[in-house]
């Protein structure tokens, strides 16, 4: 649209200048071709020179060059000849006759009337003196009239012009706003508590570059409040079912009458089973929560993990001797390394506990050790029952089991596994599992030894 102004300027001010030169030529040549013609007042020596018929026809001769109007004045300012027969015989007492006869002539633009005005003094050969004027004007209207019709088309074409960019803007408005109406809509739509859904954009690569990202973003919230729902029916499954069991085992004491001690001892233990998982179920969620809400606030400090081990394992021995399982510790390198101590031995007994737990009797428990220069690693292996193919990837997912009924009847939450890879995570380590079922499960994880923090990660 901002070139169009600059073209109206150059379009109106070229078509002046135009105009303007093609006048001033017109002028030249129909000057130069008055005076020659006017020289033929005296040329032809055969005419009787003082006969109107003679003016006339000059005169006549004359202004079908030009297609102009001649008039012929004698010394008395009197038009002895007018083409147009209109002032012929009355007196012309004008300035540039007078200034012409003083020897003047003159070469002008009247635009008003829109001609070229021409004096021109006819001397006497003989005697030298002016003894006419020939007064002139010649029509300079076809100039106007071309003029006029080029400017009309000009404006023509400068309205079409501006209708069209109009019409052009008005549409590229509309076709660029589309794609950000449609990432408005999606967002009130999620605004007001509606599912969040792709938007699709076609066209300028910059959007389709937002789009993509919106589309990604779109899909995390989609994730998030799908896992957000799992998590909170998960949640109220976990704790309604040991509430369950412990109402079961209540009611049934209640609704007896002289129910035997033994029977009171075996249900109220059972009782107190229950109470001690949902314990663990609330104390491992609220581990969860806390690392999620705080982003994991870490307690890093230089910590000897040889030591660190050998304490975690310390700790479960008594679970391993009931089930009468080998727990042995192999370290290859002595390891100090910068974590958070607590949360780390977290990882470490989650996994010989649930090395343990998912054991036979008389099964082994191998914790290995090692470093080198930019990690130390931590093995975790067992002869147990191992894990199906198709459960290893969901293992680390919050209440995931692969034995729903067998593993909760060991006592898990099913949040150990998601706990312990956080855990890893927020070190910058990696954790993997290798299993077969029958056979034996192995967990290796690997930690920088050196903390790294988010800046430089
Ligand atoms: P849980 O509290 O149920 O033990 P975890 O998150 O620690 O929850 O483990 C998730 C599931 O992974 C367990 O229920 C179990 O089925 C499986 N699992 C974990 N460790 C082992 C292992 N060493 N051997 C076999 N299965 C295992």
Redesign the pocket.
Same mark, same amino acid.
């Given at each position: 649209m901002a070139g169009i102004i600059p073209l109206i300027i150059i379009s109106t001010v070229g078509m002046a200048v135009t105009e303007n030169r093609i006048i001033e030529t017109r002028t030249k040549n129909v000057s130069a071709q008055f005076s020659m013609l006017s020289n033929l007042f005296y040329s032809n020596s055969n005419d009787d020179i003082e006969s109107d018929t003679y003016y006339d026809t000059l005169a006549d001769d004359i202004a079908g060059v030009f297609l102009s109007r001649v008039q012929l004045i004698n010394r008395d300012f009197t038009i002895i000849s007018d083409t147009y027969q209109i002032n012929k015989g009355k007196l012309c007492i004008s300035a540039e006759v007078n200034q012409c006869f003083n020897g003047v002539n003159q070469a002008y633009t009247d635009k008003k009337n829109q001609c070229i005005v021409l004096t021109q003094a006819i001397k006497d050969p003989q005697s030298g003196k002016i003894t006419h004027v020939m007064f002139a004007t010649s029509s300079i209207a076809d100039i106007y009239t071309a003029m006029h019709s080029i400017r009309l088309v000009l404006v023509t074409i400068i309205i079409i012009l501006i209708v069209a960019l109009i019409a052009l803007g008005i549409f590229s408005a509309y076709q660029l706003g589309r794609p950000f109406r449609n990432i408005r809509e999606t967002i009130e739509h999620i605004g007001e508590g509606g599912m969040a859904q792709d938007i699709s954009i076609e066209g300028a690569s910059e959007l389709q570059t937002i789009s993509g990202s919106f589309n990604t973003m779109l899909k995390r919230i989609n994730q998030l409040e799908t896992s957000r729902q799992e998590f909170v029916s998960n949640v109220s499954h976990e704790l309604k079912t040991p509430m369950t069991s412990m109402k079961v085992l209540a009611e049934s004491l209640v609704g007896q009458q002289g129910v035997p001690e033994e029977l009171y001892q075996e249900f109220l233990g059972d009782i107190v089973n229950e109470l001690d998982r949902e314990n663990?179920i609330i104390t $491992?969620l609220l581990t969860l929560v806390k690392m999620d809400s705080t982003g994991m606030e870490m307690n890093i400090t230089q910590v000897n993990i040889n030591e660190l081990i050998e304490a975690q394992l310390k700790l479960v021995r008594p679970l391993a001797k009931e089930k009468n399982i080998e727990l042995v510790m192999e370290s290859f390198s002595p390891v100090i390394a910068e974590v958070d101590e607590t949360k780390f031995s977290m990882c470490i007994s989650?996994?010989v @506990?649930?090395?343990?737990?998912?054991?036979n009797v008389d099964g082994w428990v191998h914790v290995s050790l090692n470093a080198d220069k930019t990690y130390f690693y931590v093995k975790?292996q067992?002869n147990?029952?191992?894990?199906p193919e198709e459960?290893q990837e969901?293992?680390? $997912?919050?209440?995931?089991?692969? $034995?729903?009924a067998? $593993?909760?009847a060991?006592?898990?939450?099913?949040?150990?596994?998601?706990?312990?890879k956080t855990i890893v995570m927020a070190h910058k380590g990696t954790i993997k @599992?290798f299993?077969q079922v029958d056979k034996?499960?192995t967990?290796t994880m690997q930690i920088p030894l050196t903390y790294l923090d988010k800046q430089n990660a």
């Open positions: 663990n $491992d989650n996994l @506990v649930n090395a343990i737990k998912y054991n975790v067992d147990g029952f191992g894990i459960a969901h293992i680390f $997912d919050r209440f995931y089991r692969v $034995d729903k067998r $593993d909760r060991t006592g898990g939450s099913g949040l150990g596994l998601a706990i312990t @599992v299993s034996g499960t967990f």
